[in-house]
C-alpha cells in the first residue's frame, strides 16, 4: 500500500472533477500559493464525460461526441499556479478516515489531506451510467446503447423527468418514425419545483414530435424488475392506469441519486445527501468541503448552481482557511465560520434548459413571474450544441476533430 503526500506543503485533496470539480479548480488555481499548497485531485474516471450531452452520444454519432464530449485529465488539466503542483490519481475513494485525514482508494493507494473537497456528483440511471474504468470501456457502452435504439422498434422510456424528456427528443431527431412512450409516476412532467403550466407545455411539445406521455402512471415494480432493459415479455406490459405497451426496448431514465456510498450515514441525509453548513463544511469535520450535487440543500441539483454558485464560495472559503490554520498554528481550532471573510451559501434560483432534439426544448427561470423559454431560445442555448464547444476551456483538453 503506497502513501501520497507531500509533508513540505498543506495538501488540498479534491475529489471528483466533473463540472463543478473542475470549476473549484480553476478558482483555486489562481488563489493559491504555491510555496505552501499543493493539490491532489482524484477521479474514478480517466476523463470528464460531459454529462449534459451524453444523451445525444448515446443515440448517434451526431456531432462527433465520442470525440469532443469525453475528455481525458492529465497534466492539461492543472493550470496557472497548479502547473508543477498537483497531480491526478485516476481511481475511486472507498473510505475517508476524517479521525485520521486520509482516503482510502480502490487501487490500495491511501492519500493524505490537510483540506478535503468533495465534489462527486450523481450516480445516473443504466444508459448514461458510464464505467469508470478506462476510456475504452466508455466507448464500448455508449456503442452498446447506440446498438439498442437502433435495434429497438418500440421504445418505452420510464420516468419523465428532465433525462427522459431530453433522450425522447434526441430519439426522435434520430429515428423520426420509431414509436417512442415516456410513462411518468407524477401528475406531470418534471417534479413540482416548476409550474403547471410549464410541464403541460413541455408535454404539448413532446407530443407534436409524436411522443406519447403517459403521466400519473407507472409500470408494476414486478414488471420492472422482470425486464432488463432489453428483455421485455412478448406479452408486454399493462400500466396502472391500464394502457397496454408492446414496447421492445425499456430504458430506465429515473432515480438519479447523489454518490455518496463511500461516505459514512453519519456525514448524510435521510435522502443521502451530504450535510453541509452555509460554508460548504461538513459540521463534524472543518477541514471537509462539500458542493454540486452532492450536498443537502433544498435545490434542484445542477451543474450552474455548482460551477457559478458553489465554487467560488468554495474556493474562497478553502483558501480562507488554509489561511487561518497556518495563522493560528495546526493544531489549533479554527471557526471558519465566525470569520467576517468568510462566505456564505443561502441559495439560488432555479432554472432549467430542456431540450427536445437539436432544434427545439423548453425553458423556465424562476425569476420575476416566472419566465418561460421558448424552443427557439434554447435551441439556441443549449439543444444545438449542449455546450460542447465551452469545453476545452474548462479541461484543457482539445480534441483532435480531424476523426
Ligand atoms: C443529460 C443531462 C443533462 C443535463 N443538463 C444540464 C443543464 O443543461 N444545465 C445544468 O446546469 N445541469 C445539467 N445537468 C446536471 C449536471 O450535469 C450536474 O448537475 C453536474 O454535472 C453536477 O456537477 P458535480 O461536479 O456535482 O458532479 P459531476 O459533474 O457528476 O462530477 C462528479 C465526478 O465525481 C467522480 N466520482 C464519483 N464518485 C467518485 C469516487 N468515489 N471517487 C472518485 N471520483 C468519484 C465522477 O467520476 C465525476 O467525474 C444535466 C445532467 C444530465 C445527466
Redesign the pocket.
Known amino acids: 500500500m503506497s502513501k501520497t503526500t507531500d509533508i513540505a506543503k498543506s495538501t488540498i485533496v479534491l475529489?471528483?472533477?466533473?463540472?463543478?470539480?473542475l470549476a473549484l479548480l480553476e478558482k483555486l488555481s489562481t488563489s493559491i500559493n504555491p510555496d505552501k499548497h499543493s493539490l491532489i485531485l482524484?477521479?474514478?474516471?480517466p476523463a470528464?464525460?460531459h454529462?449534459?450531452s451524453?444523451?445525444r452520444l448515446i443515440v448517434s454519432d451526431s456531432d462527433n461526441l465520442l470525440e469532443k464530449a469525453i475528455h481525458p485529465y492529465g497534466t492539461h488539466t492543472f493550470r496557472n499556479k497548479f502547473v508543477g503542483n498537483a497531480s491526478f490519481i485516476h481511481?475511486?475513494?472507498?473510505e475517508i478516515k476524517f479521525g485520521d485525514s486520509e482516503l482510502l482508494l480502490n487501487n490500495g493507494q491511501t492519500v493524505k489531506y490537510d483540506v478535503l473537497v468533495l465534489?462527486?456528483?450523481?450516480v445516473?440511471p443504466r444508459p448514461?451510467a458510464f464505467p469508470?474504468e478506462s476510456r475504452e470501456a466508455i466507448i464500448e457502452h455508449v456503442k452498446s446503447r447506440r446498438a439498442e435504439f437502433e435495434k429497438a422498434t418500440n421504445i418505452l422510456l420510464v420516468g419523465g423527468g428532465?433525462?427522459g424528456i431530453?433522450l425522447s427528443g434526441e430519439l426522435r431527431d434520430a429515428f423520426p418514425t420509431k414509436p417512442i412512450t415516456i410513462i411518468h409516476r407524477e401528475r406531470l412532467l418534471l417534479n413540482s419545483t416548476y409550474p403547471d403550466k410549464f410541464r403541460i407545455r413541455m408535454q404539448r411539445q413532446l407530443e407534436t414530435r409524436s411522443i406519447a406521455v403517459l403521466t400519473d402512471d407507472y409500470i408494476s415494480d414486478s414488471d420492472l424488475a422482470s425486464v432488463s432493459e432489453s428483455q421485455v415479455p412478448s406479452a408486454g406490459f399493462v400500466s396502472a392506469r391500464g394502457t397496454k405497451l408492446n414496447p421492445d426496448l425499456v430504458v430506465p431514465t429515473w432515480g438519479?441519486r447523489p454518490?455518496t456510498s463511500?461516505l459514512p450515514s453519519s456525514v448524510l441525509s435521510s435522502s443521502s445527501r451530504v450535510k453541509i453548513l452555509p460554508t460548504f463544511q461538513l459540521p463534524d469535520h472543518p477541514n471537509v468541503f462539500a458542493?454540486?450535487?452532492?450536498i443537502d440543500w433544498d435545490e434542484q441539483?445542477?451543474?450552474?448552481?455548482?460551477v457559478a454558485f458553489h465554487a467560488p464560495k468554495v474556493a474562497t472559503n478553502v483558501m480562507l482557511y488554509l489561511n487561518l490554520v497556518e495563522s493560528a498554528g495546526p493544531d489549533a481550532k479554527v471557526d471558519l465560520s465566525a470569520s467576517k471573510k468568510s462566505v456564505k451559501y443561502t441559495g439560488s434560483f432555479e432554472g432549467?434548459?430542456i431540450t427536445n432534439g437539436k432544434a427545439s426544448g423548453l425553458g423556465f427561470l424562476d425569476v420575476l413571474w416566472g419566465i418561460t423559454l421558448s424552443g427557439w431560445v434554447v435551441s439556441m442555448i443549449?439543444s444545438k450544441g449542449l455546450?460542447v464547444s465551452g469545453l476545452s476551456k474548462v479541461t484543457g483538453y482539445t480534441p483532435s476533430t480531424s476523426k
Open positions: 475529489v471528483g472533477a466533473g463540472l463543478g470539480g482524484i477521479d474514478a474516471r470528464l464525460m454529462l449534459i451524453t444523451l481511481a475511486s475513494v472507498t465534489a462527486t456528483g450523481s445516473w448514461i469508470n428532465a433525462v431530453e438519479n454518490n463511500y458542493f454540486g450535487d452532492i441539483h445542477m451543474a450552474g448552481k455548482a432549467l434548459a443549449k455546450f
